[in-house]
């Protein structure tokens, strides 16, 4: 995937615009509590490069977890809608939002449900 910089500026605010809420509290998610301290994220090139490698074979299964890095992996295969192939890196954002349909745990900690998995990968790895 290429990407230029309107691209990559693009991308990074439609998250750090998701993360605000979610800093805020106004995210709309059951006992998901505000952040006291969330910083905005940068672009890190070295991680656009090394996503570029993960994903040159086209791999159905999400690649092995780095130790350094949280890995959030979205397969768009044959039948895949246009709009996710054209829009493929806001459409997995977006995938990762739907924890508005969800109960958080009250804990605050990923309890090991399946349909929060995402979601928690996202929390972790964006915050």
Same mark, same amino acid.
């Given at each position: 995937? =290429?990407?230029? /910089?309107?691209?990559?500026? /693009?991308?990074?605010?439609?998250?750090?615009?998701?993360? !605000?809420?979610?800093?805020?509290? +106004?995210?709309?998610? #059951?006992?998901?509590?505000?952040?006291?301290?969330? =910083?905005?994220?940068?672009? /890190?090139?070295?991680?656009?490069?090394? &996503?570029? #490698?993960?994903?040159? +074979?086209?791999?159905?299964?999400?690649?092995?977890?780095?130790?350094?890095?949280?890995?959030?992996?979205?397969?768009?295969?044959?039948?895949?809608?246009?709009?996710?192939?054209?829009?493929?890196?806001? %459409? %997995?954002?977006?995938?990762?939002?739907?924890?508005? /349909?969800?109960?958080?745990?009250? !804990?605050?900690?990923? +309890?090991?449900?399946?349909?929060?998995? +995402?979601? %928690?990968? &996202?929390?972790?790895?964006?915050?």
């Amino acid at each position: 995937m =290429n990407l230029n /910089d309107r691209d990559r500026t /693009d991308l990074l605010n439609f998250v750090n615009d998701m993360r !605000s809420y979610v800093a805020l509290g +106004d995210f709309e998610a #059951q006992n998901l509590s505000s952040a006291g301290d969330m =910083n905005k994220l940068r672009w /890190d090139c070295g991680l656009e490069s090394l &996503a570029e #490698q993960v994903i040159a +074979d086209c791999p159905e299964n999400p690649p092995l977890e780095y130790p350094t890095n949280g890995v959030n992996y979205r397969f768009y295969g044959r039948n895949t809608s246009f709009f996710k192939l054209r829009n493929s890196l806001r %459409a %997995a954002v977006l995938e990762w939002t739907s924890i508005e /349909d969800m109960i958080w745990s009250t !804990s605050n900690l990923f +309890d090991g449900n399946p349909a929060s998995r +995402d979601a %928690a990968n &996202a929390i972790l790895y964006f915050v």
